[in-house]
């Protein structure tokens, strides 16, 4: 009868309460977030490319994309996995992939790629975040050591033109040895051959922009890397200006944006502490300079990235740093 | 010290939702007809219960007395009948020993001990023991014995209130500097004469300026010194704030007065205050009543023993059924089952969370982003301790310092793949000292 006594006020059902441990809010991020964030921060290289190599650069990337979204999923049915296309991260791959392959890619090396990238990048490894190496990278270095004069036949940029660019091939900026064929100007904005997501700098650095302001990426990756790159090439080029371009030409030009806002940034398969992530850019920039000055391939930073990726635990073993309150047991043990 | 407080490593800034309740006066909780007091309150040696049923009781009274050092008293929230010695629901989701007291209506004192009027001039060691005595513990969550804080055993130069209150949600500690703030001041100046200190600094987070405002005008006097605080949680965990105000780290494993640090909430501060001038025993504190689903937030003073569902009745009950119901913050609050659990000394909050907060979330695997080792605050990595966890590698967790987690939880917070990164903890820290007590045994 006490029910009735006081029906105004509701009380919850206790039945119904879920017990939990704490915390009891979250944060709003997801990995559908980040992996959002990354394909916004793309954007405006994605543009670029369209811009410079019309159309076939949208067929190239819309083939690596849907075609790397789809692989994942007929691998998931396969390996009974649940569905996980929706994350984003696999769409994020092929995009990364279509942006180290040339405009004038033929269809076969685009699912190629992309089935090289979720197969044998990521999901032999269990899927995403157990991958050690870049699933994009492993994809483009596996399909320029197996189709070199096709990996490395590029596209000359027509600005503006939808239809164009078919057969014409032109030279990467990179590939005469010593000289420059580029101007500074062009490889800034991006008229220069290359793959889609090499060609203008200027682009990728307003998605590194971005993906700094949101904290997305490590700073200490794209600044070490970068600065490397810079000090070495700069150097070597201020005492035999024969042997390779100046600083500024070798950050601007090939894939260096794109290696190390995107691709060396990585959150899976670089490291976790902000010590490590120094190391991990440091050790990209002084292997992408040696192959590039004095390495038979013209350019290097996939592989200076895949190198790093696969010391990544290493060096997140090696940079932990002392927790708080560690300095003083230690202080206190040796009195 | 300095006088610009020091910024500490990681920290999160969850949206604080303290507006529900932040206005909202502190009014006192109307006498019940039941009050069913949990005997073990505290942190400490279980105690031993001198009533039977039966008995009369006065409003004070003893009810259980200490059984060690680490160890306080528990008293009568009111006057009337011990009507059963039995077991009710417990914060932690467990039956706990308890005693009912029905209320006589005449809520007539029964303090088993007079006021010190003159304690400017009374002994430290008195002091100590009435805070004993009045059964005082660490209100802002913990519930460790007060006066074993106050007995350090190494020299202590700085007494450090706490009221930064950075947990979300929580106004009870903000309206208590507000409206009494210079029982907060007294309360300081009596714990800084026990431990032979001429002064003392109250942390208060930034949020919280009229309540800063408020102890200012009365601090000087009593040559007590406010100090506005960041706001970053968790700002209010012990060794965060000796951090942010004095500079100095707390060892792992240790306690604060490892560096010279006596730490004490300021609610706690207050019933020291009642214990010493005005002769009461610890029996009622300041409580918020907040979330979403209720019909109208707020800050109670409840006595001990008062059931939830009285509380939630205050706060004119719900609007929709909410997912949880929390002791406590959200950030590290506890979640309970039942609404017969009672509000015991360290209650600092009764808080629902509306289902839309509360989604089921699926683990999914570390896609290694680091947010977790940005925002630890003790620097350590969350992400491969739970790693080591998951793979049952306890010892691998103990050599990545898991043992200095605090619990505070900022890594699940931000975690993306919503990891339970602070459950795994938790079962981490207790696998490895189960292993440790194995050990000794030997």
């Given amino acids: ?335 | 010290m300095s006088d610009k407080p020091r910024k500490f490593k990681g920290g999160v800034h969850p949206n604080d939702s303290k507006a529900l309740s932040a206005s909202k006066a502190v009014v006192n909780a109307p006498l019940l007809d039941k009050y069913t007091v949990i005997i073990n309150q505290h942190i400490g040696a279980p105690l031993e219960v001198v009533v039977k049923k039966g008995d009369v009781v006065k409003k004070g009274q003893l009810l259980a007395k200490a059984t060690g050092f680490v160890s306080v008293p528990l008293h009568s929230p009111t006057s009337g009948t011990v009507t059963a010695l039995e077991k009710c629901p417990g914060p932690a989701c467990v039956s706990v020993p308890s005693i009912e007291i029905t209320a006589d209506g005449n809520d007539e004192w029964g303090s088993p001990f007079e006021p010190i009027a003159d304690w400017q001039n009374a002994e430290p060691a008195a002091l100590k023991q009435r805070v004993s005595d009045a059964g005082i513990v660490g209100m802002g969550g913990a519930g460790f014995p007060s006066h074993v804080k106050l007995s350090p055993t190494k020299p202590v130069d700085t007494l450090i209130l706490n009221g930064a209150e950075c947990e979300p949600y929580l106004t009870a500690d903000h309206r208590l500097m507000l409206e009494q703030a210079e029982d907060v001041v007294l309360g300081a100046a009596i714990l800084a004469r026990i431990l032979g200190l001429k002064t003392a600094v109250i942390g208060v987070e930034n949020n919280k300026p009229d309540a800063i405002e408020a102890l200012n005008k009365v601090a000087a006097k009593y040559s007590v010194k406010v100090q506005g605080l960041r706001v970053n949680y968790p700002q209010g965990a012990e060794k965060q704030l000796i951090y942010a105000l004095t500079g100095r780290e707390v060892p792992i494993g240790g306690l604060p007065m490892d560096v010279g640090c006596v730490v004490q909430n300021v609610a706690s501060a207050i019933a020291v205050y009642e214990a010493v001038v005005k002769g009461h025993p610890s029996i009622e504190r300041i409580t918020t009543v907040t979330g979403e689903p209720l019909v109208n937030p707020g800050n109670w003073r409840f006595r001990i023993g008062t059931p939830i569902s009285k509380a939630l009745e205050l706060a004119g009950g719900i609007n929709v059924q909410p997912a949880k119901l929390l002791l406590g913050g959200p950030m590290m609050g506890m979640a309970q089952n039942s609404l017969d659990v009672t509000v015991m000394k360290n209650t600092s909050g009764i808080l629902l969370i509306p289902v839309e907060t509360v989604s089921q979330y699926t683990s999914e695997p570390c896609i290694r982003c680091g947010k977790c080792v940005t925002a630890c605050p003790m620097d350590i990595l969350p992400a491969t301790i739970s790693q080591a966890v998951e793979n049952g590698r306890f010892d691998w967790a103990e050599q990545l310092n898991v043992l200095a987690c605090i619990e505070c939880g900022s890594c699940s917070y931000l975690c993306p793949s919503r990891r339970p990164l602070n459950q795994h903890f938790k079962r981490a820290k207790a696998e490895i000292m189960a292993a440790r007590r194995k050990q000794q045994k030997k």
């Fill in chain 1, 1 to 335: 009868m006490t029910e009735v006594e006081t029906p105004a006020i509701q009380l919850p059902d206790a039945t119904k309460l879920v017990i939990s441990n704490s915390p009891h809010i979250r944060g709003g991020e997801t990995i559908s977030n980040i992996m959002v964030h990354v394909l916004v921060a793309l954007a405006p290289a994605v543009a670029a490319a369209v811009w410079f190599f019309g159309l076939h650069a949208v067929r190239v990337m819309a083939l690596c994309t849907i075609g790397s979204m789809l692989i994942e999923e007929i691998w998931n049915k396969c390996a009974k996995r649940p569905s996980s296309w929706k994350d984003g991260s696999a769409a994020l791959t092929g995009l990364l992939l279509a942006m180290n392959l040339s405009a004038g890619a033929p269809w076969w090396i685009c699912i190629l790629g992309s089935i090289i990238a979720i197969c044998l990048g990521k999901q032999l490894f269990g899927g995403l975040g157990y991958n050690p190496f870049n699933p994009a990278l492993v994809a483009r270095v596996a399909l320029l050591i197996g189709f070199p004069s096709l990996m490395t036949s590029w596209v000359t940029p027509q600005a503006g033109k939808w239809l164009a660019c078919d057969a014409l091939t032109g030279a990467t900026p990179l590939g005469a040895s010593g000289a420059a064929v580029a101007s500074l100007n062009d490889l800034l904005i991006g008229n220069v051959g290359g793959c889609l997501g090499e060609t203008s700098a200027i682009a990728l650095l307003i998605g590194g922009i971005y993906l700094l302001i949101h904290k997305l990426i490590k700073w200490q990756v794209p600044a070490a890397f970068i600065g490397t790159v810079a000090i070495i090439t700069g150097i070597t080029h201020h005492f035999c200006p024969e042997m390779t371009p100046p600083a500024l030409y070798h950050v601007l030009a090939g894939g260096l944006m794109i290696g190390a806002f995107f691709m060396a940034t990585d959150i899976v398969t670089s490291p976790m502490t902000a010590n490590g992530a120094l190391i991990f850019g440091f050790g990209c920039g002084i292997i992408t300079s040696v192959i590039r000055i004095w390495g038979g391939y013209p350019e290097g930073v996939s592989f200076s990235i895949l190198f790093m990726n696969a010391l990544t635990p290493l060096i997140d073993r090696y940079t932990i740093g002392k927790p708080f309150g560690y300095i003083r047991i230690k202080k206190e043990a040796a009195q």
